[in-house]
């Protein structure tokens, strides 16, 4: 099965920092995509790709930028934390758009104090 | 922009009752309606997926579309208590996926 890992699984940040959530996959994915997650809710759509070195915003990219240096690597910055951006973030890819599935990472959980 | 609603929100039925949730969008455009589940603490993981009007049996489940009507459907067969989770349905047409909200799905013993 496809693998997407995330890293780190778990990261406790301060107001006003800066954060950097990371996202591998080896499954020669085009699309890569980043959501959150609040407690007991659905995914909201932050950023997505479709080729390395281009970054399209989704529903919520508010405080939030994204970079895709290679077709293998996507990841999330959060220049400055605030406490509204404690989540769950997921990271997914998928090799073609529309019929294939989403394969997900296990998720990062942020905590912003 | 994709609207994508679900219901209910939450639902609880007993061990081997038959449930149904509901999923509408507003692109016309879709072309693959996906379900998927996330159970608790965990990634979520593709369910099954249909692209034309009409429905598809896997095993437990069947997806009902219609795309007239915006609207798709999952329907579970003798519920198990494994199959209880936060339910998300996707319809996707382009690089954008946009998922609904969820219905979180308690089947008790």
């Known amino acids: 099965e496809a693998a997407v890992t995330q890293s780190p699984r778990s990261k406790v940040a301060v107001t006003g920092g800066k954060v950097t959530l990371s996202c591998h996959q080896t499954?020669?994915?085009?699309?890569m995509y980043w959501y959150r997650q609040d407690t007991g809710h659905g995914l909201r759509l932050i950023h997505y790709?479709?080729?390395?070195?281009?970054?399209e915003k989704g529903d919520i990219p508010d405080g939030y930028k994204a970079s895709r240096p290679s077709q293998e690597n996507f990841s999330l910055i959060l220049e400055l934390a605030s406490l509204s951006q404690t989540a769950v973030y997921f990271c997914?890819?998928?090799?073609?758009?529309?019929?294939?599935?989403?394969?997900f990472g296990h998720g990062t959980k942020l905590s912003v104090l | 922009q994709q609207n994508v609603q679900q219901s209910p929100e939450s639902l609880i039925v007993p061990e081997g009752a038959r449930t149904s949730l509901n999923c509408t969008f507003s692109?016309?455009?879709?072309?693959y309606f996906w379900w998927y589940r996330q159970h608790s603490g965990k990634a979520p993981k593709a369910l099954m997926?249909?692209?034309?009007?009409g429905e598809k049996e896997e095993g437990r489940f069947t997806i009902h579309l219609n795309k007239a009507s915006l609207h798709f459907s999952l329907h579970i067969r003798d519920s198990q208590p494994s199959d209880s989770a936060l339910y998300l349905c996707?319809?996707?047409?382009?690089?954008?996926?946009?998922f609904g909200s969820g219905t979180r799905l308690l089947v008790s013993p």
């Open positions: 996707a319809p996707t047409g382009g690089y954008k996926v946009v």
């Open positions: 499954n020669n994915h085009d699309y």
């Open positions: 692109d016309s455009a879709s072309q």
């Open positions: 790709s479709y080729v390395a070195d281009s970054t």
């Open positions: 997926s249909i692209f034309s009007n």
């Open positions: 997914a890819s998928s090799g073609q758009i529309s019929n294939e599935r989403l394969f």
